[in-house]
DNA sequence: AAACCGGGGTG
DNA sequence: CACCCAGGTTT
């Protein structure tokens, strides 16, 4: 039998109800395919649903400020996807009139669309022949097919792409699509996969070859960075603090953060109290620092390692720049600030 | 081609 | 601990 043919039948008798699943409007599949890059179905999919219900259409979305767009991200990680969606969102809105493109090429231009999203948007949407290739894509062909080039690598992406292209139902592009990657999801497994029950288990050349734990291959990651954060928890009279925003092109762009004093080691209270950013914070004003947490927060980023201490700065002055405490449930910040915040505000204040 | 960009789940 | 997840952009 045809391999869509064969995937075509495993997929409607298995798939999942997603609720992206049941629409064919370009602004919801767009939304959960920017949402669902490099997140698991479970963790992406409240995301989602308060999206969708916050912003119905993408004016809604155009017309929000970045913000607060960021704040219903927070949480979920790669933050300059939810600031591409947000240009991508006005560009559609004020310069497209609404209508998103109805090709692959055409939705490649728009930011954060890249290849695997501009093939999903104009299948399910548009039925375009164009073959989707996600980390499942790679992983069930590399197995079937017996591909040993790594999936992460400039030939390795194009041998892919090219395959999936062959394999692609032209009749219905759109399920063949779902289908690989509901199949790579659920039956072929990173680990464990189900190959007793496979429809394809007797074609398979991994299984065959015993290289279901060798397939697919993927060339080594970069090594970890370790950083020591220390962070100015800054509480003037009334209840009220500093936060400031993140900007340029390193992590958590655009979210904010209590002022920082960044070093290549973990750091006394003496060296702290030396920097320029601690004097620049207090002033001459009359402060009382105490260390929050004894124990450094170890936040685990995919590349870097966070080391990070909590200074809180009591200090007997009013300020003008500074923030109620009330008002910071606004503010988009890091899960690593979240954390604290949960730990350290006052019940009233969340 | 390689680096960078989060957070959470799994075995 | 290593690896993975409906990837994309920048250098």
Not at 143 to 156: A, K, L, M, Q, Y
Not at 213 to 228: A, M, N
Not at 340 to 346: A, K, Y
Request: charged content about 25%; aromatic content about 12%; hydrophobic content about 35%.
């Amino acid at each position: 039998m045809v391999f869509s043919k064969r995937l075509k039948q495993w997929y409607l008798q298995n798939k999942r109800d997603l609720p992206w699943r049941s629409t064919q409007d370009p602004y919801k599949i767009w939304l959960s395919e920017i949402i669902m890059q490099q997140t698991r179905v479970e963790q992406g999919l409240p995301y989602y649903l308060r999206f969708t219900e916050a912003y119905p259409n993408v004016h809604a979305l155009a017309d929000a400020p970045e913000q607060e767009v960021l704040k219903l991200w927070q949480g979920l990680g790669y933050y300059s996807r939810a600031r591409n969606l947000h240009t991508t969102a006005i560009r559609v809105s004020k310069e497209l009139e609404g209508n998103f493109p109805d090709h692959y090429k055409e939705l490649k231009t728009l930011k954060g669309i890249g290849d695997y999203t501009a093939s999903a948007i104009a299948s399910f949407c548009f039925n375009e022949p164009v073959a989707v290739v996600d980390g499942n894509v790679y992983r069930v062909l590399s197995r079937i097919f017996g591909v040993e080039t790594p999936i992460n690598s400039t030939s390795g992406i194009k041998e892919f792409k090219a395959l999936a292209q062959e394999l692609i139902d032209h009749k219905d592009p759109a399920t063949f699509n779902q289908a690989i990657m509901e199949f790579g999801a659920i039956q072929c497994k990173p680990q464990n996969p189900l190959c007793d029950t496979c429809p394809f288990n007797d074609v398979c050349l991994a299984l065959k070859n015993n290289q279901i734990k060798e397939l697919p291959v993927k060339i080594k990651k970069t090594k970890i960075r370790h950083r020591y954060f220390n962070y100015l928890v800054p509480h003037f009279r009334g209840e009220q603090t500093i936060l400031e925003e993140r900007t340029g092109k390193g992590i958590w762009s655009g979210l904010y953060q209590f002022p920082l004093v960044e070093t290549n080691k973990p750091v006394g209270e003496a060296e702290l109290i030396d920097t320029e950013n601690f004097q620049e914070l207090v002033g001459d004003q009359n402060f009382e620092l105490d260390i929050y947490n004894e124990n450094e927060v170890v936040h685990k980023l995919s590349h870097q390692h966070l080391h990070t201490t909590f200074w809180t700065v009591n200090i007997d002055a009013e300020s003008l720049e500074s923030i109620n405490f009330n008002d910071l449930k606004d503010y988009p910040v890091p899960v690593l600030i979240e954390n604290f915040l949960n730990e350290f505000l006052p019940e009233d204040y969340k």
